[in-house]
T-cell receptor, first 113, second 116 residues
Framework: TQLLEQSPQFLSIQEGENLTVYCNSS?????LQWYRQEPGEGPVLLVT?????EVKKLKRLTFQFGDARKDSSLHITAAQPGDTGLYLC?????????????FGQGTILTVHP | GAGVSQSPRYKVAKRGQDVALRCDPI?????LFWYQQALGQGPEFLTY????????KSGLPSDRFFAERPEGSVSTLKIQRTQQEDSAVYLC??????????????FGPGTRLLVL
């Protein structure tokens, strides 16, 4: 059983559409992070959400941390082909003494021109 | 370069061979992590170093896996008697200070290992 469940696992959309990726857990997290990974590269941090209910925006990307700090979502507005990649949520469950990250299984996003 | 580097980028091994994977973290970074990533999946934690001390090796799948960071900078992940199930991308990440849950980890490009 994954500690962090991401959905959907695959997403194929046309340029200009909106999409939301979900990251859910039964555990409480001190913070959650979202990464984007391109083929042949390592994950690159997009954002860290820390406070329950927090919303952060990064251009066309909006990240939300659930009030109970057990879930998060990533919303992309007007997707572009450059958004194509593997999106990963990750976090360290509350009580973890250092940054040992647990990752979700990822969402593979393909944006067609 | 300014980022985390890993070598080799690709490694093909015959089943039973030993392999050594190298990670050069960002200079001055105290914390270093190794993760294993299966195709189309998220990375899974293998081990954690704080300087030269290996503080957590709970994610290493078997005693065939061994990691070291003798001088607190470069780290090597060694896999003995490789098996087909070891085929994966091995990622290294480093962070500047004593790793806390919010501390940014910078990932290298990974080493893709294929065991035939």
């Amino acid at each position: 059983t994954q500690l962090l469940e991401q959905s959907p696992q695959f997403l194929s959309i046309q340029e200009g559409e909106n999409l939301t990726v979900y990251c859910n857990s039964s555990s409480v997290f001190s913070s959650l992070q979202w990464y984007r990974q391109e083929p042949g590269e390592g994950p690159v941090l997009l954002v860290t959400v820390v406070t329950g209910g927090e919303v952060k925006k990064l251009k066309r990307l909006t990240f939300q941390f659930g009030d109970a700090r057990k879930d998060s979502s990533l919303h992309i507005t007007a997707a572009q082909p450059g958004d194509t990649g593997l999106y990963l949520c990750a976090g360290a469950p509350r009580g973890t003494s250092y940054g040992k990250l647990t990752f979700g299984q990822g969402t593979i996003l393909t944006v067609h021109p | 370069g300014a980022g985390v580097s890993q070598s080799p980028r690709y490694k093909v091994a015959k089943r039973g061979q030993d392999v050594a994977l190298r990670c050069d973290p960002i200079s001055g970074h105290v914390s270093l992590f190794w993760y294993q990533q299966a195709l189309g999946q998220g990375p899974e934690f293998l081990t954690y170093f704080q300087n030269e001390a290996q503080l957590d090796k709970s994610g290493l799948p078997s005693d065939r896996f061994f990691a070291e960071r003798p001088e607190g900078s470069v780290s090597t992940l060694k896999i003995q008697r490789t098996q087909q199930e070891d085929s994966a991308v091995y990622l290294c990440a480093s962070s500047l200070v004593l790793a806390k849950t919010q501390e940014t980890q910078y990932f290298g490009p990974g080493t893709r290992l294929l065991v035939l």
